[in-house]
Nanobody, 125 residues
Framework: QVQLVESGGGLVQAGGSLRLSCAAS????????LGWFRQAPGKEREFVAA????????YYADSVKGRFTISRDNAKNTVYLQMNGLKPEDTAVYYC??????????????????WGQGTQVTVSS
């Protein structure tokens, strides 16, 4: 079993920054890709960013490209999401997730089988 615990969310003004962290425990963290998703009220969960197990490749939604950066520290079993230039439309609950093996793309929630409880990010205008 894998446990993922997000932290770092909060209230920030537009243009500000936040850094989310996701600490993992359980099966070998470094063997799996990780992703960040978000869900705003009344909307479906959407992909934000993903990083391969070796951190050799990263993937971003067009809406956050150039503003957000995903990284991981396998020694600390932690994945991060640095969010700069935040906009009100970034307001959502942010979830980290561990990808299900090596098949499937990085963008769809169904390809991830372990999820954290989420952390709220609110960006005021």
């Amino acid at each position: 079993q894998v446990q993922l615990v997000e932290s770092g969310g909060g209230l920030v003004q537009a243009g500000g920054s936040l850094r989310l962290s996701c600490a993992a425990s359980g099966r070998t963290f470094s063997n799996y890709a990780l992703g960040w998703f978000r869900q705003a009220p009344g909307k479906e969960r959407e992909f934000v960013a993903a990083i391969t197990w070796s951190a050799g490749s990263t993937y971003y939604a067009d809406s956050v490209k150039g503003r957000f950066t995903i990284s991981r520290d396998n020694a600390k079993n932690t994945v991060y999401l640095q969010m700069n230039g935040l906009k009100p439309e970034d307001t959502a609950v942010y979830y980290c997730a561990q990808k299900r093996g090596y098949s499937g793309n990085y963008y769809q929630p169904r390809n991830y089988n372990f999820w954290g409880q989420g952390t709220q990010v609110t960006v005021s205008s």
